[in-house]
């Protein structure tokens, strides 16, 4: 096992590799950049999502040149300006450097997480990661957590009840559920219970109240709790189905096998055949879920519930830089993101491996 380890963490090194040469390269022809940001902010004429920070050009005086500037062509918006100062811009950004160069440095810096500074935040990226993971990581670990531990019962009923009523509509219920936008259900909260058109029960921004610190510890546990009820439960409503079918599919295979005939035979009792036999068989397959279900609470529905609930995290953020061609919060997000995938899933083998022993990585490879 230490040797498929070994192979699977060494396999994350170009798998990271490839896919930040695919995004850099599709930056390179990707239209407009950090330099016709600043640019079109100086002449008035942004209206992205870089016009709220209010600092694009970083404080870089302004040159004006009556010549057609050498850069006209490259950049859109730079008629007219001084050349020495579009130099000086794209030095500032890193865009005096060629291609290769530029992407050379970013591995070798991102191989020590060295992640530079934002362009129009003024801040490390690192830095702005730390300051927005605590409200990402909320809400995925919540949806995770609520999402299994109510699918997997759930998929288990439904498995012992198959072609019953309670199977039929359940399973309705659900694919409603899944239907449903995550977005439209989180207005719908917001209209009922957070003051919209009927009932004021719970806020509508934030994860605190103003007052937080003061709190007592039981305090700031209910505030915190009493913020993320209308945000954790827009994001979970879709997050059931796939779950609890894996569940109920996965218990009904291992239901009909020999084995389980066999120990009611022996009069083993229905519970004790379900989760002393059954349970950790079938729950190899739902485990092959979790990364995915967790990865996806970052990817997903997060940018959404965290903009109508006014939640800055890394949703709010990866979305913003996207707009603004802020490209080192843009590729630390994206590089954050794809290592924590690929430790998630070598993490999911070996669950798999210690559920069920019988699971051998590394004989069924040779």
């Known amino acids: 096992m230490a040797f498929y380890i070994a192979r699977r963490i060494l396999l994350m090194i170009p798998t990271l590799f490839g896919i930040l040469a695919l995004s850099f390269l599709i930056v390179q022809f990707a239209p407009g950049g950090p330099v016709e940001r600043v640019l079109a902010q100086m002449q008035g004429q942004d ?36 050349p020495k100062f579009i130099a000086e811009l794209e030095k500032q950004f890193g865009f005096d450097k060629p291609p290769l160069e530029r992407f050379w440095l970013m591995i070798r ?11 129009f935040r003024d801040a490390p990226v690192l830095q702005l990661i730390k300051e927005k ?69 719970f806020p509508l921004r934030g994860l605190t109240s103003d007052g937080f610190a003061d709190l007592t510890l039981f305090g700031k546990i209910k505030d915190y709790l009493w913020h993320i009820v209308l945000p954790v439960s827009a994001l979970t409503l879709g997050a059931f189905a796939t779950t609890t079918f894996l569940t109920k ?23 004790r055949v379900l989760y002393g036999h059954v349970f950790r068989n079938a ?23 965290e903009t109508i609930f006014s939640l800055d995290g890394l949703g709010l953020l990866s979305f913003e830089s996207t707009l603004n061609r802020d490209y080192p919060v843009v590729f630390a997000n994206l590089y954050i993101f794809a290592l924590l995938g690929l430790a998630i899933n070598l993490l999911s083998d070996l669950t798999y491996a210690w559920i069920d022993p019988r699971i051998d990585f590394e004989t069924r490879e040779t």
């Open 283 to 305: 729950m190899l397959i739902v485990i092959s879920g979790f990364p995915g279900a967790f990865i996806s609470a970052f990817f997903t529905g997060s940018l959404l519930i």
């Open 249 to 271: 599919n996965a218990f009904i295979d291992e239901i009909r096998k020999q084995y389980v005939v066999t120990a009611r035979m022996k009069g083993l009792t229905e519970r």
């Open 47 to 82: 209206s992205g999502a870089t016009s709220r920070f209010g600092g694009g050009n970083s404080g870089i005086a302004v040159g004006r040149g009556g010549a057609a500037s050498e850069f006209s062509g490259k950049y859109r918006g730079a008629q007219g300006l001084d």
């Open 109 to 119: 810096n991102y191989a020590v997480f060295d992640f530079g500074r934002s362009y």
């Open 133 to 201: 993971l605590p409200v990402s990581m909320s809400l995925g670990l919540w949806m995770t957590f609520l999402s299994y531990i109510i699918s997997i019962p759930l998929g288990i009923a439904k498995a012992q009840r198959e072609g019953e009523a309670f199977d039929t509509w359940t399973s309705a219920v659900i694919i409603i559920g899944y239907a449903i936008p995550s977005f439209l259900f989180a207005i719908l909260l917001i209209v009922l219970f957070a003051g919209g058109s009927f009932w004021q029960f």
